[in-house]
């Protein structure tokens, strides 16, 4: 049985699924290199790696909607994270809302499924 996670397969990254530990609802995927994952074990506060600024990525550091880790599973290929949150502030997703997946495909079209938590222009300040 492998019991450490796999970088290799797929350029050093790994997909983290990040779940609430209490409702079981699916909040978000990102990506983690090794050093995001040694962190977030270390720490019990999910690290994530921002491919688009290539560096990583403490989930909450702007917001201040961080992810308190519950659980780390690994697959049977060790290669996805399952973590289980408890997510502080009440918004996983940088648009505002609770998990990622707000929207629903319905008749062909993407509908709004979620109400919004807080207004990202407020919270995510551009350097300017």
């Not at 450490?4 to 409702?23: C, E, R, W, Y």
């Not at 993407?110 to 919270?123: M, Q, T």
Request: proline share 2%; aromatic share 10%.
């Amino acid at each position: 049985m492998n019991t450490t996670l796999d970088f290799d397969k797929a350029g050093g990254l790994v997909p983290a699924i990040a779940q609430d530990a209490d409702t079981g609802e699916v909040l978000m995927l990102a990506w983690m290199n090794r050093e995001a994952f040694d962190e977030t074990v270390r720490t019990g506060r999910a690290v994530y790696f921002s491919r688009s600024r290539n560096k990583l990525w403490r989930k909450g550091e702007e917001s201040g909607h961080f992810q308190e880790v519950r659980g780390v599973f690994i697959d049977c290929d060790a290669d996805t994270v399952l973590l289980k949150v408890k997510q502080i502030g009440g918004a996983a997703c940088h648009e505002g809302y609770k998990s990622c997946f707000f929207r629903q495909l319905d008749a062909g079209e993407l509908k709004v499924i979620a109400e919004r938590i807080f207004d990202p222009k407020a919270v995510y300040k551009k350097a300017e």
